[in-house]
């Protein structure tokens, strides 16, 4: 039974480069949503054993190919760095703007007792009960939450739990950190993209998804499905797009699942070149380095 479920692996994963070039090469029958078919294969595909198949594919061809050419794994490591940095700087924003927006609310709310706002960004009028805004600022935080995880870890910023990590040596934290990766973060993260993922649709179309329908039971079930997003909210004049927290649930466990495939590599290539290695490439913003940079400004 071991190797047959062995056998079923291997060509599992000698099949994802066909698939995935299929479905390049024919985008509509899962990109074309005006058809409701389409529509159902891109569900079913997104959280498919086929896609984690060819993640696992590209992620042993990318390992072999770094192994033989060290300084294409370095490449992905700063390109995997640079955009979980890049997304985390910009989604930081959120923390700003929730802020303002809170001031704005209790302005409005207690000084000048306004219980509407109307605004017409580019001509388009958008109205509003306060208490919408009030309820809006949980998507701020939950921004900086799911989109500034993977650029935390980058910068270092998350609490470690040291009972004996400290006292080993470099390259067995490296193997420490190698099997926190694969062991840890890619599984889990896998497994909240997966029901994230079918979650997330459960709100977005009828009749319901779920993670156990298959490929032909969701395509028989194309002909009565139908756009039906998500507008309930906790109260009758609250925020009512809850399904975008579903969009950044999702967005979270795939943003870790890179950066964990990214935290991989940097630990494997630091394990094989040694300490001289550790840190390299890691663009950390640095508190310091602001300082100084207004200072000199200011002067």
């Known amino acids: 039974m071991m190797f047959d479920m062995l056998g079923r692996t291997l060509s599992n994963l000698m099949l994802a480069p066909f698939n995935f070039g299929q479905a390049i090469l024919h ?41 033989w050419k060290r300084g294409f794994l370095w490449l992905v490591v700063r390109v995997l760095e640079a955009f979980a940095n890049s997304v985390g700087r910009v989604a930081a924003w959120a923390g700003l703007i929730m802020v303002l927006q809170q001031v704005m609310v209790v302005f409005l ?18 109205s509003k009960d306060l208490s919408w805004f009030g309820e809006e600022l949980k998507l701020y935080n939950a921004i900086v939450v799911c989109m500034c995880c993977s650029y935390t870890f980058v910068q270092g910023g998350h609490v ?4 004996f990590y400290a006292g080993i040596s470099y390259r067995a934290k490296r193997i420490v950190d190698m099997f926190g990766s694969l062991f840890f973060i890619v599984p889990t993260m896998c ?13 977005l179309v009828t009749p319901k998804i ?54 991989f590599f940097r630990s494997l290539l630091e394990y094989l070149e040694g300490p001289e290695s550790e840190g390299k490439y890691l663009d950390r913003d640095r508190l310091d380095d602001v300082t100084a940079s207004a200072v000199q400004q200011n002067t």
């Open 191 to 203: 497994l909240i993209w997966m029901y994230g993922w079918f979650f997330l649709w459960r709100h």
């Open 210 to 263: 779920s993670v156990t329908d298959k490929l032909e039971l969701l395509e028989r079930k194309a002909r009565l499905l139908k756009w039906n997003v998500e507008t309930i909210g906790f109260s009758p004049s609250g925020f009512d797009a809850y399904f975008l927290f579903k969009m950044l649930l999702v967005i979270f466990a795939g943003m870790m699942l890179v950066h964990g495939i990214a935290f």
């Open 27 to 67: 985008p509509e029958l899962w990109l074309n949503w005006s058809d409701r078919t389409a529509l159902t294969r891109f569900i079913y595909y997104g959280g498919s054993s086929e896609l984690l198949y060819f993640v696992l594919f590209l992620f042993f061809a990318i390992t072999v190919a770094g192994l």
């Open 160 to 163: 470690r739990v040291d009972l």
């Open 109 to 126: 709310q207690r000084v000048f007792t306004v219980s509407q706002v109307s605004i017409s960004p580019f001509g388009f009028p958008f």
